[in-house]
């Protein structure tokens, strides 16, 4: 290797990119700087940046022995050691000579040369009343709640999925460097290793922690970034951030913020066992949930008996019961309608 050109000027997204990467390999995140990471991976382009950059970070493995890639890796290496010493790797990051040359490879150079590997997509989708758990190729663990579909694809630097209806658990395999990423509707959920569940419930979003930690962002979160402004990771944290036991709710197709609430472990893993926990749920929720596991459907005449506020628990399955009970406890009347009900202010 006689030559190794550097240009001037270098996409500020791929030097995020190596920034991230850098970090991810050569030292650990603190709790701040993952979520940071994470709200920044969740914005599809960075996401591909960072895939090539994993990319190309293996396919530069067979020069590491040159001279010149020793050089600048030790300088980009000790510049990082030093700022991190020095409390500063929360701030602006200079362009080291490995973060240049690694990005301007990728942007300028190598890319016309590397095959792109394929990934493995697969299609997981459950019938009323059905249950199914998956154990994905990565180790992570998929479980679909009835009449549930959720699409994966599992690549060699990414893990996408997408929700298409109803509810799933993760149970998500730890790989920092393959970051796991679910969309519903206009959200994405980013995780590395850690257990929560997702659910497409009318217009909104439901995201449920039980442990680790996940980033919920908007699918056009960051976008509004300058491209010729310094990297300041910071800024993309703009998410309330989700601890084990929160459960976050945002509109699916909106740009509202997020609401954030505790939530009873119990009740939200109780559908994996068969039960359906109610806890201060509309109406409408819940006979959502209760269709999952029952053909004959239960219809909401208006908005209003919709927004009535039920609790209980009840056996997935049996919508006989459920409506039984709820026009035992409250006002509202039942008719048949179709082989099932429809339930409408009394």
């Known amino acids: 290797m006689k030559d190794f050109i550097i240009p001037d000027t270098v996409d500020p997204r791929a030097e995020e990119a190596a920034f991230w990467y850098l970090c991810l390999t050569e030292g650990s995140l603190t709790e701040t700087e993952q979520a940071q990471f994470d709200n920044w991976l969740a914005v599809p382009e960075n996401a591909?940046?960072?895939?090539?950059?994993?990319r190309m970070s293996r396919a530069l493995d067979g020069l590491a022995e040159e001279p010149e890639i020793i050089s600048l890796r030790t300088a980009a290496l000790c510049d990082y050691e030093d700022r991190d010493n020095q409390?500063?790797?929360r701030g602006e990051v200079r362009r080291s000579l490995f973060v240049v040359a690694l990005a301007?490879?990728?942007?300028?150079?190598?890319?016309g040369i590397l095959s792109v590997l394929g990934t493995r997509s697969q299609h997981y989708v459950t019938g009323i009343g059905e249950q199914r758990v998956v154990l994905l190729d990565d180790g992570s663990q998929l479980a679909l709640d009835g009449d549930s579909a959720v699409d994966v694809d599992l690549g060699h630097y990414r893990r996408s999925l997408v929700l298409t209806r109803g509810r799933a658990r993760f149970n998500v395999a730890k790989d920092p460097l393959r970051p796991f990423t679910v969309t519903a509707g206009n959200r994405i959920v980013v995780a590395t290793g850690t257990s929560f569940s997702v659910e497409l419930l009318g217009k909104a979003v439901h995201v449920q922690l039980f442990e680790g930690h996940v980033a919920v962002v908007n699918r056009t979160a960051g976008r509004g970034i300058e491209q010729n402004e310094r990297f300041r990771p910071r800024r993309?944290?703009?998410q309330p951030q989700?601890?084990?036991g929160n459960e976050m709710v945002a509109l699916a197709e909106g740009s509202e913020p997020p609401k954030v609430a505790a939530f009873q472990m119990a009740a939200g893993e109780a559908w994996q066992d068969g039960e359906l926990i109610f806890e201060n749920e509309t109406l409408a929720d819940a006979v959502a949930r209760v269709n999952r596991y029952s053909r004959q459907r239960i219809e909401i005449a208006d908005e209003q008996t919709g927004a009535l506020v039920v609790n209980g628990v009840f056996r997935a399955?049996?919508?006989?019961a459920f409506v039984d009970g709820v026009s035992a406890l409250y006002p509202v009347r039942i008719r048949a309608a179709d082989g099932g009900w429809r339930i409408g202010k009394r």
Do not use: I, Y
């Open 48 to 54: 591909d940046v960072f895939a090539d950059m994993a």
């Open 87 to 89: 409390g500063r790797r």
């Open 104 to 111: 301007a490879s990728l942007l300028l150079g190598f890319l």
């Open 236 to 238: 993309l944290a703009t």
């Open 242 to 244: 989700l601890t084990p």
């Open 317 to 320: 399955g049996d919508a006989g």
